[in-house]
Structures are given as C-alpha cells and as structure tokens.
C-alpha cells in the first residue's frame, strides 16, 4: 500500500508528517528515524530506526584484514547486551586493515564505553575503537 501527502517544508528546513501516515508506519514521540537520501533522484526516504528509549552510538572499529576479526568484534558486543541496528564493513588495505562502521543501541550494554573499547582491542585484533554518541 502506498500513501501520498504533500506539506511544506518551514523556514528552519522541518517538515510535520500528517498523523495519517505517523500512524500507518507506528512512529511516536521520541523515537528515531533514519534519513536515506537518493542525491540522484533527489529523493528522501524517512524509516522508523529505534524506540526512544534508545542510547544510539556510532562506533567505529578498525581492525586487522584477518578472516574471523569481524565476528570476534561482534560477539564481544552481543556479549555485552549492544544491539545492533546498523552495519557496514570494507577493507581499506587487502590483508592489512579493515573498517566496521555500526550503529548501535547501547541502553542495555553491561559496561561504559571505555571498557567496551578496551576488550574489543584486546580480544578482537582491534586497532582503533571510536564512538560517537547520538543525542
């Protein structure tokens, strides 16, 4: 099913999303969303991403090229209650150094970020661990 509403967008560049459609996809107050942005067809997605009651944060984790780094990197997360909810991984050097960017929820996570980060460099080949929180 496919619904259609046209609304202005306001002098600060927001939009309000008819409650129609707020109901037909379950958003509510507080949760967060995910923009997807099609540059070429100037298009703009807008997908329900995670419940309100979410602590997002953006990790990236650089870690040796090694078959198995990943899957170490991310059972130490699941290990610790981090629910991912977003995930991309590439090879920045053929058998040298890979990249995973991930969003994830962390509210349930059963330490700080800082002891997260440091089992993850010393179990998981880590080299680097970077968050960055969403608010």
């Known amino acids: 099913m496919r619904m259609t509403e046209i609304v202005r967008v306001d002098s600060r560049g927001r939009i309000t999303?008819?409650?129609s459609i707020?109901?037909?996809?379950r958003l509510s107050e507080g949760m967060y969303v995910m923009l997807i942005a099609?540059?070429?067809k100037k298009e703009l997605r807008i997908a329900p991403f995670a419940d309100p009651d979410a602590k997002l944060v953006e990790l990236s984790i650089t870690f040796s090229d090694v078959p198995g780094a990943l899957a170490k990197a991310a059972n130490i997360l699941a290990d610790h209650g981090v629910d991912l909810l977003s995930s991309e991984s590439r090879t920045l050097r053929r058998g040298k150094s890979a990249?995973?960017?991930i969003?994830?929820?962390v509210s349930r996570c059963e330490c700080t970020l800082k002891?997260?980060?440091k089992k993850i460099v010393a179990e998981?080949?880590?080299e680097d661990v970077q968050f960055r929180s969403y608010a």
Do not use: F, G
């Open 17 to 19: 999303m008819p409650s």
């Open 22 to 25: 707020r109901e037909a996809i």
């Open 38 to 40: 099609d540059l070429d």
């Open 99 to 101: 990249e995973w960017i």
């Open 103 to 105: 969003v994830a929820d």
């Open 115 to 117: 002891e997260l980060e």
């Open 124 to 126: 998981a080949t880590a």
